[in-house]
């Protein structure tokens, strides 16, 4: 595993600690698959296509980063120059999917496989009202085919208490098991303006006295 952030020590007391204003904490947790893995392309459901961003896709990328996480206060993607980004889609060991539904981008799937012999699901996730569709099931087929055809031993990903509650169970179901919790404290990016104030309602946005 290739995670630095992991290399940072929480207090080793049991307890609440309080953090600043325009500090969020998540809990994390990492996911493994080992293979082998199948090389059969997925089987879409009707109406639903994938489709692979190049270099020329940069705000086709960021709006479907947006339009997917700006609930889940994904950001990073958000953040970077122009030219980082042009540099990721451009990158021939990082795969990056749009994926439609009806014409209408509906999800965003990234795979990272520069570390050899590991692919890492870097972004995977839909609009909610996409969910149930059994999409979720194809986007992840693809990535075993794909890692399949790369010759990877092992796919790997994180996700966090503010993505879906139903994130563990599915992983699970296709074989991810659980191997390391980590703490993540972040900037909130409401209070920066990189995302809206309204974004994921559902964590508390804790201003400044």
Not at 61 to 70: D, H, P, T
Not at 103 to 112: K, M, T
Not at 160 to 185: M, N, T, W
Request: proline share 7%.
């Amino acid at each position: 595993m290739n995670n630095q952030e992991l290399d940072l020590k929480l207090p080793d007391k049991n307890g609440y600690y309080a953090l600043p204003p325009g500090k969020l904490a998540t809990l994390t947790t990492y996911y493994e698959r080992l293979g082998p893995f199948s090389d059969a392309m997925p089987e879409w459901p009707d109406t639903i296509y994938f489709t692979r961003l190049g270099p020329n896709d940069t705000d086709a990328y960021r709006q479907l980063f947006k339009l997917v996480g700006e609930n889940l206060l994904w950001v990073s993607r958000l953040a970077i120059e122009e030219k980082d980004l042009i540099g990721v889609l451009s990158d021939p060991e990082i795969e990056a999917y749009a994926i439609t539904l009806k014409g209408v981008p509906v999800g965003l799937l990234e795979i990272d496989f520069k570390q050899a012999g590991n692919g890492e699901i870097v972004y995977f996730g839909l609009k909610s009202d996409a969910t149930g569709l059994k999409i979720g099931r194809a986007m992840m087929n693809l990535v075993f085919a794909q890692a399949e055809r790369r010759k990877i031993n092992r796919v790997w990903l994180h996700t966090c208490h503010f993505d879906s509650s139903h994130a563990p169970r599915f992983y699970e179901k296709f074989g991810f098991r659980a191997y390391q919790l980590a703490v993540e404290i972040m900037d909130d990016p409401r209070i920066k303006g990189t995302l809206p104030k309204e974004a994921a309602p559902h964590i508390p946005l804790i201003l400044s006295k």
